[in-house]
Antibody, heavy 121, light 111 residues
Framework: QVQLQQSGPGLVKPSQTLSLTCAIT??????????WNWIRQSPSRGLEWLGR?????????DYALSVKSRITINPDTSKNQFSLQLNSVSPEDTAVYYC???????????WGQGTLVTVSS | QSVLTQPPSVSGAPGQTVTIACSGS?????????VHWYQQVPGTAPKLLIY???NRPSGVPDRFSGSKSGTSASLAITGLQAADEADYYC???????????FGGGTKLTVL
């Protein structure tokens, strides 16, 4: 059974970097049949897909245009996890952040528990 | 303003059938991209309800069904139960944005 466990700080200062990690059990970050995503949710922006990483003989990344200049998603095969880094955050980046497993054909079948990240000084 | 448009709220009495619409465009639903539906109880992560337009993951009751036509999709819930009270979201891929997009969500109230 696939489970995703998120970790990371709940408070980040403006202009700094938001960093979250999603640990995977029951599957592999290097799976050739899965993709590993970050999605956020806020009252003002609703559910917003941020990006993904996936392995198909080599590593690929896709990022939402809205955050493309500020985001990095990296796999960590040694720990079977993946991470999110969002640079130069502002209060508009305050949201609940979720990691999720899935891709366009299957939807997001497994979700992390969510992390409320507040951007405030 | 979400790329996919849903009604803010719907309601129905126990046992009734409700339908939630999701309106898109030729760059997402109308481009033959898959539509997925999620159920979210406040304070918890979304749960996949329908994938690939009309498929139910294991464990999802057959009271939930999805359909798609042209640039729109819909979720039908039959035999409404109190436990169905939640927020529902549609999701697809948008070719113009080159990214995954969600609807704004629909709050289902069971009267």
């Amino acid at each position: 059974q696939v489970q995703l466990q998120q970790s990371g700080p709940g408070l980040v200062k403006p202009s700094q970097t938001l960093s979250l990690t999603c640990a995977i059990t029951g599957d592999s970050v290097s799976s050739n049949s899965a993709a590993w995503n970050w999605i956020r949710q806020s009252p003002s922006r609703g559910l917003e897909w941020l990006g993904r990483t996936y392995y198909r003989s080599k590593w690929f990344n896709d990022y939402a245009l809205s955050v493309k200049s500020r985001i990095t998603i990296n796999p960590d095969t040694s720990k079977n996890q993946f991470s999110l880094q969002l640079n130069s955050v502002s209060p508009e980046d305050t949201a609940v952040y979720y990691c999720a497993r899935g891709y366009d054909g299957t939807g997001y079948s497994h979700w992390g528990q969510g992390t409320l990240v507040t951007v405030s000084s | 303003q979400s790329v996919l448009t849903q009604p803010p709220s719907v309601s129905g009495a126990p046992g009734q059938t409700v339908t939630i619409a999701c309106s898109g465009s030729s760059s997402n639903i109308g481009a033959n991209n898959n539509v997925h539906w999620y159920q979210q109880v406040p304070g918890t992560a979304p749960k996949l309800l329908i994938y690939g337009n009309n498929n139910r993951p294991s464990g999802v009751p057959d009271r939930f069904s999805g359909s798609k036509s042209g640039t729109s999709a819909s979720l039908a819930i039959t035999g409404l139960q109190a436990a169905d009270e939640a927020d529902y979201y549609c999701q697809s891929y948008d070719n113009t944005l080159s990214g995954r997009v969600f609807g704004g969500g629909t709050k289902l109230t069971v009267l």
